[in-house]
């Protein structure tokens, strides 16, 4: 099915669910499971997204709720994430695609930080696809964060408005279609406020088997929707 501009999403949100369950069913490490969802499945999404002219591109990497895992599971996630920021970054310059982040950033490794940053820095003037980590990300505490700044307005000064404008990335647009693998279909607090009209797409493959032609696959039924915001 072919889509005209006024079909597309202008931005995209993906929760990449299922790399341990992945894993287990091959008798892996649950390592090589966040292995295979980053480098067989991550970057080639990120990568031909603007391909299917996509201009914001979410992704939900690490929550706050992750953080209960098993410490060495975690540790290894931070080296990986390192890792495939620094080795990709030039990648993503030369395709005219922006960094950015949203989430608890300040609880990771400074080297980590160090990496996320320098990558944010590099690409901050690129005028392409714009790809955002969420990162010990959580919808509820991105609300709670909104709240605790703008505690000290007066009533008549909160508004929907002003309530954006104190979330983790203000300039960030709303969620057109949220994408979900793994065949669970539950949100678990990803970008509620942002998502609140967003078309829901659920895949049953793990994330590590997701590949750009099921982008493409979400994206035409999507075109197919219509798209009611209430009325």
Same mark, same amino acid.
């Given at each position: ?8 999403? #202008? ?24 292995? $295979? ?14 391909n299917?002219?996509? #201009? ?19 540790? $290894? ?12 970054? #030039? ?10 982040a ?53 009533p ?76």
């Amino acid at each position: 099915m072919s889509r005209t501009k006024e079909l597309i999403p #202008n931005h995209v949100a993906i929760i990449l669910d299922g790399n341990r369950r992945w894993a287990k069913l091959r008798g892996l490490s649950v390592m090589r499971g966040h292995y $295979y969802g980053l480098y067989k499945a991550l970057w080639p999404v990120v990568l031909d997204a603007p391909n299917q002219d996509i #201009n914001n591109l979410t992704v939900w990497g690490f929550s706050t709720e992750n953080w209960k895992r098993d410490p060495k599971e975690i540790q $290894y996630l931070f080296k990986l994430f390192e890792r495939g920021i620094r080795n990709r970054v #030039n990648e993503l310059n030369h395709a005219g695609i922006r960094i950015k982040a949203i989430g608890q950033i300040e609880r990771f490794p400074k080297a980590l930080q160090k990496t996320l940053n320098d990558a944010i820095d590099k690409t901050k003037d690129n005028t392409g696809m714009t790809f955002t980590l969420a990162l010990s990300y959580g919808g509820r505490s991105e609300i709670v964060s909104a709240a605790k700044k703008l505690a000290k307005k007066k009533p008549a000064e909160i508004t929907e408005a002003s309530f954006t404008k104190a979330l983790y990335d203000p300039e960030l647009p709303d969620v057109d279609l949220i994408i979900r693998t793994s065949g669970e279909r539950r949100m678990s607090g990803f970008m509620p406020w942002q998502g609140t009209y967003a078309e829901l797409y659920f895949s049953q493959k793990n994330w590590p088997d997701f590949r750009p032609t099921d982008l493409a696959a979400a994206l035409t039924d999507f075109a197919a929707r219509q798209r009611r915001y209430g009325s």
